[in-house]
């Protein structure tokens, strides 16, 4: 009977199986149509980080697809475009909303012969940067400038001065003498520190013996916050996460900028297959690196393929302007490290080297990033985790700020 039944269901089957195989004349067959139309890329989101004078843009596809982008100028009313191919489609896609009174004006979506064109209207673009990250695989926009001349704030019309007829008066009697009270002096700005601890939540980073960079980087940041309040009560310090929680790469900088921030240092500790190298690493955000600095943006980057990082920096970015201050951190910063570290038998690695760390771009001011040890060294793993360290890490970087601002004007601060 199991027999009877089983040979039943097979010549049931056998049409639709023999249907699925069939092609019809200079066509696919079902099986393949299926196949392909669940094979699309989609574009599944679009992340909005805008400013008064910038927006930074993260299309994130379902999978990697080949794509296309170009600028095109309008008298202060510029589009951009950006077309994925490979039959993407925007099946299921919901449109974020854009913010009234921003550099971003507003999004646009069409259909294409093999994908889709997604259009930005926005301002004057002054400088753009393009560049893609991995996990997911997704494009990053930098577009900065300034508003479209017709939506500046229109000036007060001026009113006519009235002047009275002059009329017979008695002598004036000359006032008496008041002084004026002088208006109290605000205090200055606090000079604001943004730390970011680099991973957190699903990206622990670094692993070894339990330990993670994400728990690591994090604890330093806060030290670095509690030696500030203690010595250094004009430096503001603030976090990109105060726990454990996942913070995409392209969110960091925009942090840092949405405060306003003075300088920003992104915290990671270095791992390697021999435990026996180690050592403090500074780094400043250049696009001029050397073999090992190249392997270490891949990883702190999440770059997978060789050729998806610096192929893909494709237009001159708006670094350069603190460029200069951000040497000079790294300078102070290195210079203290030298005489702080040898007492932990810890060695300095480099503070003057310049990579293209992706955390640090974007943002509008001096920037670092900071290697703080090694979590393979099993010496530098247990120094990482103890107070004393931490202190005197974090004592050295904020006495560094103070130099630098007592000897130095910054460009952030110069009228």
């Known amino acids: 009977m199991r027999a009877v039944l089983w040979g039943a269901a097979l010549f049931l089957c056998l049409p639709f199986v023999a249907f699925a195989q069939e092609k019809k004349e200079g066509g696919a067959s079902l099986g393949e149509i299926i196949a392909q139309k669940s094979a699309s890329p989609r574009l599944k989101e679009i992340s909005l980080y805008p400013s008064q004078d910038a927006v930074r843009v993260v299309i994130v596809p379902s999978e990697k697809v080949e794509f296309k982008y170009d600028l095109l100028v ?49 301002g004057a ?20 400038g300034g508003p ?18 002059k009329t017979p008066s008695a002598p004036a009697v000359a006032p008496e003498k008041k002084t004026a009270a002088k208006e109290p002096k605000k205090p200055p700005r606090p000079f604001v520190l ?9 990206d622990p980073g670094a692993l070894r013996k339990g330990i993670a960079e994400k728990d690591v980087v994090l ?19 603030l976090l990109t996460r105060e726990n454990d929680r996942f913070v995409p790469l392209e969110e960091r900088a925009v942090i840092a900028n949405r405060h306003d921030g003075d300088l920003f240092i992104s915290l990671h500790t270095n791992a390697y297959s021999d435990p026996a190298i180690g050592g403090v690493e500074v780094y400043h955000l250049d696009n001029r690196s050397d073999d090992y600095t190249e392997k270490l943006t891949r990883v702190e980057n999440q770059i997978t393929n060789d050729n998806s990082l610096l192929n893909t920096i494709l237009v001159d970015m708006t ?28 060695r300095l690695r480099g503070w003057r080297r310049g990579a293209l760390f992706f955390v640090l771009v974007g943002a ?18 247990d120094l990482m985790r103890k107070k004393a360290y931490q202190e005197a890490l974090a004592d050295a970087l904020l006495d560094a700020i103070a130099e630098v601002r007592r000897t130095h004007t910054l460009a952030k601060e110069r009228p």
């Open 319 to 346: 670094m350069s302007f603190y460029t200069d201050d951000s040497r000079k951190f790294a300078d102070a910063f290195g210079g203290r490290l030298e005489k702080t570290l040898p007492r932990f038998g810890v």
């Open 74 to 122: 309008g008298e202060g009313k510029d589009r951009i475009y950006v077309d994925l191919k490979g039959g993407t489609t925007a099946e299921g896609f919901v449109m974020p909303k854009v913010e009234r009174g921003g550099f971003l004006k507003g999004i646009r979506l069409g259909n294409r012969p093999d994908g889709i064109r997604i259009v930005f209207d926005i």
């Open 364 to 381: 509008r001011m001096p920037s670092l990033l900071v290697e703080v040890g090694y979590l393979s060294n099993p010496k530098e793993r």
């Open 148 to 165: 479209p001349p017709d939506e500046t704030i229109p000036t007060e019309p001026q009113r006519p001065i009235l002047v009275p007829k």
């Open 219 to 237: 604890e330093f940041a806060q030290t670095i916050r509690n030696r500030a309040v203690a010595r250094h009560p004009d430096i503001t310090v």
């Open 194 to 202: 943004v730390l970011d601890p680099g991973h957190g939540g699903k």
């Open 125 to 144: 673009v002054e400088k753009y940067n393009v560049l893609v990250l991995d996990d997911p695989w997704r494009v990053v926009i930098d577009y900065i």
